[in-house]
């Protein structure tokens, strides 16, 4: 085991055009950012954060100085060291407190040795701290993803868990994923909050929040500052938030319980809007229901002119066609327009059993359910709306498919109306 002593002085030469008043580890602090617990309202743990003062005695946050190429590594990582020094020295005395992540920039990789991992374990094994309560948060997109996963593979071996952080933002992340396996992963801030209001934003953070729970990782949406955006939180899935909402970073630890009932009244607020969003959704889908029925009917009978357009167009039936069992369109798209019901022949032959409610329909036609197929929201790629379809057999070999235009019953901020009747 290293010697965990470390010499917390700075070379001279971090004085020179010093942008932070004044360039000395103890004039840095850790401050705390407390993650809460969506399930059970408690607060779970804090993000060590740095602050310093500037020249007025305001406190501010030091992120920038890590970033600041006017400042030496040597100077950044001794002022690391001396933070992580007091934030778990804090955490060592506060058993209960949960866990505390920690940051640390892949972009440092290429200035640290093998020492830096097992100063950290080191202090965490001096301080007799479960290391299973230590989160290295990685944070930025850059670094060699090698000698990432040494330094990850090194931290999963002392006992300790790993968090991306800014998931989402820039370029594809998918990588980390795949080497790293972290235990946590948190959304991209700007990303989670553009998406909260919905359009193309939302259906990137809901396809990112998707694949990371399918890799076993646990969501944190950071940057939570209102009930619209906690909801939102809700819908991709949310392990833990973090946000103004609940607390801002401070230089202390919060009793586990302080944002409980705050959480309560969210979590009501939310299944009762989400209720009356998906009541609204359900009462189309019976309606939709009824409709291809009767649809089903006329064309089982061969009776094109009993179909009533109009009903399909109101109800957002954007075109329905034949398929065999084995998924093979046999007949035209009929198109349903503003001007009736229009033929279009560009898909007969196309086979579309590779969609995931095919298999289904087939399954049911199997164990002699004859029951109607609704797929999950999709976003169609001619209109880009968002769409349903619904699949019922009208003969052992002949299904009939509609496709629907529909609502989107995910919670955004601009759903207002949604909230009426709390």
Not at 55 to 69: H, K, W, Y
Request: glycine share 6%.
């Amino acid at each position: 085991m290293p010697n965990t002593a470390v010499n917390y002085s700075l070379s001279p030469s971090a004085y020179q055009a010093d942008p932070w008043h004044q360039l000395h580890p103890e004039h840095f602090f850790p401050w705390y950012q407390p993650f809460i617990h969506v399930a059970s309202g408690e607060i779970a743990g804090y993000e060590a954060l740095a602050r310093t003062k500037n020249r007025d005695g305001q406190m501010i946050s030091a992120g920038p100085l890590f970033s600041d190429p006017t400042v030496s590594f040597p100077n950044k990582l001794t002022i690391d060291r001396y933070l992580r020094q007091q934030a778990l020295t804090l955490f060592a005395q506060q058993s209960d407190a949960g866990f505390i992540t920690l940051n640390i920039s892949p972009e440092w990789l290429q200035h640290l040795s093998s020492q830096h991992t097992s100063m950290t374990v080191a202090m965490v094994e001096k301080l007799g701290i479960d290391p299973s309560r230590v989160i290295i948060e990685i944070t930025e997109q850059g670094g060699d993803i090698e000698a990432l996963k040494r330094l990850v593979k090194s931290y999963h071996q002392a006992g300790m868990k790993i968090a991306i952080d800014d998931f989402g933002a820039g370029a594809s992340q998918v990588d980390r994923i795949i080497e790293l396996q972290p235990d946590i992963i948190k959304l991209d801030m700007q990303l989670f909050k553009q998406a909260a209001k919905g359009g193309a934003h939302a259906d990137v953070a809901l396809s990112v929040t998707t694949l990371a729970q399918r890799a076993g990782s646990r969501i944190v949406c950071e940057g939570v500052e209102s009930e619209d955006e906690f909801h939102f939180g809700l819908e991709c899935g949310a392990h833990y938030m973090q946000g103004w909402l609940f607390q801002p970073a401070a230089p202390g630890l919060l009793a586990k319980q302080s944002c409980h009932e705050q959480m309560s009244t969210l979590r009501k607020t939310y299944l009762s809007r989400k209720t009356i969003r998906l009541s609204d959704t359900m009462m189309h889908n019976i309606e939709v229901k009824d409709a291809v029925y009767r649809l089903r009917s006329s064309v089982m009978a061969n009776r094109p002119t009993t179909i009533d357009a109009e009903r399909l167009r109101a109800l957002g039936v954007a075109r329905y066609y034949l398929c065999d069992s084995g998924g093979t369109q046999r007949s035209a798209n009929f198109e349903v327009t503003e001007s009736g019901i229009e033929t279009c022949n560009e898909c007969i032959g196309y086979n579309w059993s590779h969609r995931p409610y095919f298999p289904t329909l087939i399954a049911l036609q199997r164990i002699k359910q004859q029951r109607m197929v609704v797929s999950p929201i999709y976003r169609d790629t001619n209109s880009l709306k968002l769409c349903k379809t619904f699949g019922i057999f009208i003969t052992p070999n002949e299904i009939l498919l509609v496709d629907v235009h529909v609502d989107d019953h995910t919670l955004f901020a601009e759903n207002a109306r949604y909230k009426a009747g709390f």
